[in-house]
Structure formats: C-alpha cells, structure tokens
C-alpha cells in the first residue's frame, strides 16, 4: 500500500516507521531538518525503537515537505500533525488537521483520511460535513513518549471510529487495521470499531483517567508530606490491591507532559451544559499540586533554585507543558532566582533564567535543587535536593 503520514513527531514518525516495514510510506512535515533527518536514517526524537529501526532495518520511507508529492498517490493519509490547547479558545487548535484535510481532499479526494490527532469531540462528524466527504475515519493513538515504536508494536488495543453503516469506508477501515497488525510484532490485538465521537471520547476519557489516577497519587503525598507520614509506605499498601495495581503511583510535582494537560483541560471543555464534578477537580488538582510544591520549596527561602533537568521522565528528551515549568513560574512570582540544568537544550536562557551546562557549577550556584525526577548524579549533593520522586526515598 501506498501510506502517507502527515508530521514528523513522535506519533506519526512511530507509524510511519511501522508501516515502512512492508509498505511504500512517504512521512512529510513542515520543518526541513525533521525531513533531513529521516532521509539520513536519523530520528529527530528520542526513542529507542525508532532509532533502532532506521540505522538497522530496511524501511520504504523517504521524508518530504511537498504536498503535493506526497498525496497525489496516496491509499491512506495519516494525519499525525500537532494539536495544541489554546488557553483563550478553551479548545484544541485544530488547523493543522484541517489544513492537511484540506489538501489531500483537493489532491487526492480518493485517499482515506486516518486522523491520528487528539480532537475534539464531534470533530471527525463536522469534518466530513465540512469537506465534503465520507473518506475520514478517526484512531486515537496510546503511545507513551520515548516508547511509541514499541507501543505500535505491542499495541494495548486499536480503535477505529468510522461510519458503522456505510460498508466502504468499514472495508476500507478494516483494510488500515490490518496494515497496523501485520506490522505489529504482538499478536491477538484488541481491535474496537465504534462510531467517530465514540472514539474520539475514548482518547480523552481515557487520559483524563490517567491525570485523575495521578492526581490521587499527588494528593495522598501532599497530605503525607504535610502530616509527617511516609508516602511510600502508604502508597505500597495501597497498591498491593490488585484492583489498584502499581501504575502511575510515583508522586511528581504534577501531570504534564503533552497530552494529559491539554486533553483534560478539553475533555471538560467538551463537558458544557453537562453534570460534572470530577473532571473540574483533575484540572484544578494540578493547579494546587503545582501551588503546593512552589509553597514548601519557598518555606525553605533559598536564593537561587535550581532546577534539575525540564523533562516529564527519565530517558525523554521532552518537556512540552512538563509540569516543572509551573513550578517555575510560581517560584519567579516570588522573586527567588532560577538557574536550569538541561543537557538536551541548546538556549543558554529558559523562561527568562540562566542554563547551565556544567552539573558541578549547577550544583555550587544552587542553594536547593528540585528534581520532578531524582538521578544518581545529585547523589553529592543530596542534602541540598527537593523531590517527591519515591524512588529517591526508597
């Protein structure tokens, strides 16, 4: 088959290399040094897999930023382009979506649209009135940063939101699906065929569920902090119930990252007119959550902070909307300097403060260090150190 995947992220270069494997895929983005890192076997994110996949695998990829070229012939056009949460608008901003849509329907009406962006709900239905056709399904994507090959690989289930009573986009449906199994090295996958909106609330109850179970996790280690009580031991008892398990439980300075900010904060967009209380208190949660952590690390009243690596996890080299950006801010609020260790950024300036390069001077100028995520390298300098990782209090 003849794929096209529209953007270069984590999302669709981690399909893109996927579907390489046994199909003609073009992957085009915007941006020329993404594109010239795909024609060079090189990824432009991190991710173990992907990297792995185009230094060592033969793949049937090229990368381009025509258009033109690269949805004249296409079967299926992925669409994996970014859409960010606009704070004024209270919705996503889907004009990248929109614009690829645009352009594939003018190109080549016959392609089928597999929108793989986080949307509004109702989007793909208002979509299909808008440009005219019935050739766009909608699959929401679980990928995790930093291990979204591997996540295609072993894919948790696929979901796919399509017209159920119109029988050639259904065929054509079941043909993607099948592409995304033979590429898949796990075998037996849960596949999920369900109305467009159905699908698209899937994606966003579903991460929503995920910054509710880590803001409980949050709250429990505020409330333990506050009362002198061991965090850990609380929240070890607490998961050996197997109804509960032992995800998402390590207590952080709040739920970042890029999807879960902005998927709640438009999943209760979405909530209009509708009885709530929950979804409120998840996007509230993380605001007292950042509040809190700023609090106890002021009582301290240090001169410099600093700040110990911007990204959400350990191995990422992202962190777009990372929760420790409001720490940040809240912390420049009350006039207490800033310096950033983050080897994986080239600015010497981040949200108007100082980035050191050197660990050693980031640990002399630092009168208290703050890691969402501890790391043995602050090992010398522990007593200075402010986490709530459990990991570091092991």
């Known amino acids: 088959m003849k794929i096209t995947v529209a953007g270069i992220g984590y999302v669709g270069l981690s399909l893109a290399v996927l579907l390489a494997q046994k199909n003609e895929v073009i992957a085009v983005d915007i941006l020329d040094e993404r594109v010239n890192d795909i024609n060079n076997k090189k990824s432009p994110i991190k991710d173990k897999e992907i990297e792995d996949f185009l230094t060592n695998k033969e793949l049937n990829l090229v990368a381009t930023t025509d258009a033109r070229t690269a949805y004249k012939n296409a079967d299926f056009v992925v669409v994996?382009?970014?859409?960010?949460y606009d704070e004024k608008k209270n919705f996503f901003?889907?004009?990248?979506?929109e614009k690829v849509i645009k352009q594939v329907t003018d190109i080549n009406p016959n392609a089928v649209i597999v929108i793989k962006s986080t949307i509004p709900i109702g989007f793909t239905q208002k979509a299909k009135e808008n440009f005219a056709t019935d050739n766009i399904l909608f699959s929401p994507e679980f990928l995790r940063e930093?291990?979204?090959?591997y996540d295609n690989l072993y894919p948790s289930r696929i979901v796919i939101g399509i017209d159920l009573n119109?029988?050639?986009?259904?065929s054509k449906a079941e043909q993607f699906v099948n592409l995304l199994k033979q590429a898949a090295i796990k075998e037996n996958i849960n596949v999920q065929f369900m109305s467009a909106t159905e699908a698209e609330s899937v994606k966003l109850f579903a991460n929503t569920y995920l910054a509710l179970r880590v803001s409980f996790f949050n709250e429990l280690d505020t409330y333990a902090e506050l009362k002198g009580l061991n965090s850990k031991a609380i929240i070890d008892g607490i998961c050996l119930d197997p109804r509960i398990g032992s995800h998402y439980n390590n207590p952080s300075f709040g739920y970042g990252g890029y999807c879960l900010p902005k998927d709640t904060k438009q999943l209760l967009a979405n909530y209009k007119n509708v009885p709530q209380n929950i979804i409120s208190a998840i996007v509230d949660s993380n605001k007292t959550r950042k509040d809190f952590i700023a609090e106890q690390i002021a009582s301290k009243k240090p001169k410099t902070v600093g700040i110990y690596r911007l990204t959400m996890k350990t191995g990422s080299d992202n962190f777009r909307q990372s929760s420790i950006q409001g720490i940040i801010k809240r912390l420049k609020a009350k006039n207490i300097d800033i310096v950033v260790y983050e080897p994986t950024i080239r600015e010497k300036i981040f949200l108007n403060s100082v980035v050191v390069k050197n660990i050693n001077t980031f640990k002399q100028v630092?009168?208290?260090i703050i890691a969402n995520r501890y790391n043995s390298e602050l090992e010398d300098?522990?007593?200075k150190v402010y986490t709530r990782d459990l990991f570091f209090r092991d």
């Not at 901003?93 to 979506?97: A, F, G, L």
């Not at 930093?146 to 090959?149: C, D, N, S, V, W």
């Not at 119109?166 to 259904?170: A, P």
Request: net charge positive; hydrophobic share 30%.
């Open 80 to 84: 994996a382009t970014p859409t960010n």
């Open 93 to 97: 901003d889907t004009s990248s979506v």
């Open 381 to 383: 300098v522990k007593n």
């Open 166 to 170: 119109n029988k050639n986009i259904l």
């Open 366 to 368: 630092s009168d208290v």
């Open 146 to 149: 930093g291990k979204a090959l």
